[in-house]
């Protein structure tokens, strides 16, 4: 048995998800929304399942996605790429798990900034790695070059890093992603840039690709998710974007991973992909629904760190005056008062921030109101 696996716990998603349906609660714990997709989109998949695109698809993914994602990057950031830069996944974690297998080399070490989604350190360990841990600190969450060059090591790697940021909702500023892009000029290291949240922009900010500073494109390994540009996270259909060489690599890891993905999912993504109309309105729903959520919890006594990316705030339970910390919260209140979060020390294995709670905010306004309700029965 490997012990790995043996001594590893259950994602945090799951087991606030199972936690939410045992007790009844809302679940505001899981990143996925329950309303907002573009009904044109399952239009296109019902088509494609009809149409009978259900047999296996290219292994790097249909030439129609693989064009789409590339030209969809072209238009949004001005990156001149071609399919050929281009290898489809079954939604980013096998994206982040196919670029960590194809750069990382049994001894290496890899950096991660925490708090740092779930799926990173034990995927580095799987490759036979080890995750370097960089703590952030809130309520900023900046990057500091000074701790993260301590991190390097003759053996390091790559920068597992993440923008925008979950839990925290960062986007990070253009003198952090220099900091970045220059450590690992300087040290020669690659990086894996996990961007699924690139379109998930609240109050009009604005997304720079890590790899669209000067000297990145050769050394980034992007991961992008349709689940969230389109709201449907359970599609899992992503992708790497990536120098050819290395897309080429990380195809390799790929097709022993899950070989191909969803044929008729990816004909609907790729039509979604070509129109830009569903961004706006989704960015203004998302940033309604941040406001709504944000001012419940705020007259109801709580402290709320604002994001300006991806579906989650998060709750200062010691700024709120709370003497408990946070997964100790976190299980009291899907058990007793009606509502799932997530904990945050669950996105560090060293040093994690104890008192903070990630609530999900992509509701529609009755699931808000009913989660603010039960987190004011939390107090
Ligand atoms: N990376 C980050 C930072 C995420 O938040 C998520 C999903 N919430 C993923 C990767 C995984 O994306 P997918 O569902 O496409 O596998
Ligand atoms: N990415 C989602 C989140 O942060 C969950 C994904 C999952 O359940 N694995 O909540």
């Given amino acids: 048995m490997n012990p790995l696996y043996r001594d590893m716990k259950v994602s945090v998603f799951e087991r606030m998800s199972l936690a939410a349906a045992q007790h009844g609660a809302v679940n505001l714990g899981q990143g996925f929304p329950d309303f907002g997709w573009p009904e044109e989109i399952l239009d296109a998949a019902a088509r494609a399942v009809k149409e009978g695109s259900n047999q296996y698809a290219p292994s790097r993914g249909s030439p129609a996605l693989r064009e789409a994602v590339a030209a969809h990057y072209d238009r949004h950031f001005g990156q001149q790429l071609d399919p050929d830069h281009v290898c489809v996944t079954s939604g980013a974690t096998e994206a982040l798990g196919a670029m960590i297998l194809s750069v990382v080399e049994p001894g290496d070490e890899v950096i991660i900034l925490t708090p740092a989604y779930d799926s990173y350190a034990p995927m580095i360990r799987r490759a036979g790695a080890t995750p370097r841990e960089v703590a952030l600190q809130p309520p900023h969450w900046r990057i500091h070059r000074d701790a993260v060059e301590a991190a390097v090591t003759p053996r390091t790697r790559a920068i597992l890093f993440n923008n925008p940021h979950n839990p925290t909702g960062r986007l990070f500023g253009a003198d952090e992603l220099q900091v970045i892009a220059n450590l690992a000029v300087e040290h020669d290291l690659t990086v894996l840039s996990d961007e699924v949240w690139e379109h998930v922009l609240l109050h009009g900010e604005k997304f720079t690709p890590l790899a669209s500073l000067p000297g990145m494109a050769e050394r980034t390994l992007k991961a992008g998710s349709a689940g969230k540009i389109f709201s449907l996270t359970g599609w899992k259909v992503g992708w790497i974007v ?81 003497d408990v910390d946070d997964e100790t919260f976190a299980k009291a209140t899907v058990e007793q008062a009606g509502v799932a979060t997530v904990p945050v020390s669950a996105f560090a294995e060293q040093d994690p921030s104890r008192h903070l709670v990630r609530l999900c905010f992509a509701k529609r306004d009755e699931t808000i109101d009913a989660g603010v309700e039960a987190m004011a029965r939390a107090r």
């Fill in 242 to 322: 990536a120098s050819p060489d290395n897309a080429a690599l990380a195809a390799r890891a790929h097709q022993f991973l899950t070989f191909s993905t969803a044929p008729n999912l990816q004909s609907a993504v790729a039509f979604g992909l070509g129109c830009d109309e569903w961004i706006a309105p989704m960015r203004e729903r998302f940033s309604r629904a941040l406001e709504r959520m944000s001012e419940g919890l705020k007259q109801v006594g709580f402290e709320v760190l604002e994001p300006a990316s991806t579906y989650f705030l998060c709750v200062d339970l010691r700024a709120s005056g709370l």
